[in-house]
Nanobody
């Protein structure tokens, strides 16, 4: 049974940093595209960053230069380093593992950026 467990969310002031982690089990992690999505209150879920099995890393325009996604296949874990956080980065962040028609989601971790 697939399980994705996110951690690292919290509350931070504008300009601060957080590092999200997502540990996956029961998924074809090493050959999958993995990534992070977020959903702000009243808005649709949107892609933040992805990393393919080959290492390509498309980012949303709004986070380019501030966020960095990485993966550790030995640990089946994907990370999201978030720097220079802004209030508009607030939302629930979800981890995703995708391979073919298989699509796995975590439960989400809350990120709140406010002064």
């Amino acid at each position: 049974q697939a399980q994705l467990v996110e951690s690292g969310g919290g509350e931070v002031q504008p300009g601060g940093s957080l590092r999200l982690s997502c540990a996956a089990s029961g998924t074809p992690f090493r050959i999958s595209t993995v990534g992070w999505y977020r959903q702000a209150p009243g808005k649709q879920r949107e892609s933040v960053a992805q990393i393919t099995s080959g290492g390509s890393t498309p980012y949303a325009d709004s986070v380019k230069g501030r966020f960095t996604i990485s993966r550790d296949n030995a640990k089946n874990t994907v990370y999201l380093q978030m720097n220079s956080l802004k209030p508009e980065d607030t939302g629930v962040y979800y981890c995703n593992v995708r391979f073919g028609r298989s699509d796995y989601w975590g439960q989400g971790t809350q990120v709140a950026v406010s002064s």
